[in-house]
């Protein structure tokens, strides 16, 4: 018996607790969760770190969801990065400062999805114009640029990882 398949997340309502002002950030982090699930499903873990032709290896692109999604929603809250963050930013894409598996990499991206959704349901609506500095030269922003900066950049990645698992995933390649 075929699975039906649900229509996009933007098409099946409001989620409940998000500000209205900030549902599309909600559903495409949450469009993002769902397809990232179902790309990296039985992905090989000795193909997570395979540049093909020389693109962003996927294990970059799992990395790099959960740190935007973290950077992003910290300026939001009108945080400075954390020396932890800084961290994780200078390790994303570079196998030998993770030892990850594909499982691991998308169980951090849930859970950092899972976090954004969670500020998310605290913003009150009358604050998202208020400025936020990004970076250490606090360049101009606003809580709402942040949060659908942080969406839209999530979506772009996504669309990468899915032509670079394709592409991994339609190949033979010696992986060394």
């Known amino acids: 018996m075929a699975t039906q398949k649900l229509p996009e997340v933007w098409l099946r309502g409001p989620l409940e607790n998000i500000p209205s002002l900030l549902q599309p950030v909600a559903h495409a982090l949450l ?3 769902e397809e990232v699930n179902e790309l990296m499903k039985d992905f090989p873990d000795e193909l997570l770190w395979v540049k093909p032709a020389g693109a ?9 969801f959960k740190g935007v999604l973290d950077r992003l929603f910290t300026y939001a809250r009108g945080e400075a990065l954390s ?3 800084l961290v994780a930013l200078k390790a994303e894409g570079d196998p030998e400062k993770t030892n990850a ?7 951090a991206f849930n859970r950092q999805v899972d976090k954004a959704l ?3 349901q605290q ?3 009358q604050t998202v114009t ?3 500095g990004v970076g250490r ?4 922003s606003t809580v709402m640029g942040l949060l659908f900066h942080a969406a839209e950049h999530t979506m772009r990645h996504l669309g990468q990882l899915i032509v670079t698992v394709k592409v991994l995933k339609g190949y033979s390649f010696d992986v060394q």
């Open 83 to 85: 020396e932890e963050q």
């Open 101 to 107: 598996t594909t499982v691991e990499l998308v169980q």
């Open 56 to 64: 962003a290896s996927a294990g970059f692109h799992l990395q790099h």
């Open 118 to 120: 969670e500020q998310l």
């Open 123 to 125: 913003i009150n609506e």
């Open 130 to 132: 208020e400025h936020r």
């Open 137 to 140: 030269a606090q360049l101009p």
């Open 31 to 33: 469009q993002a969760r």
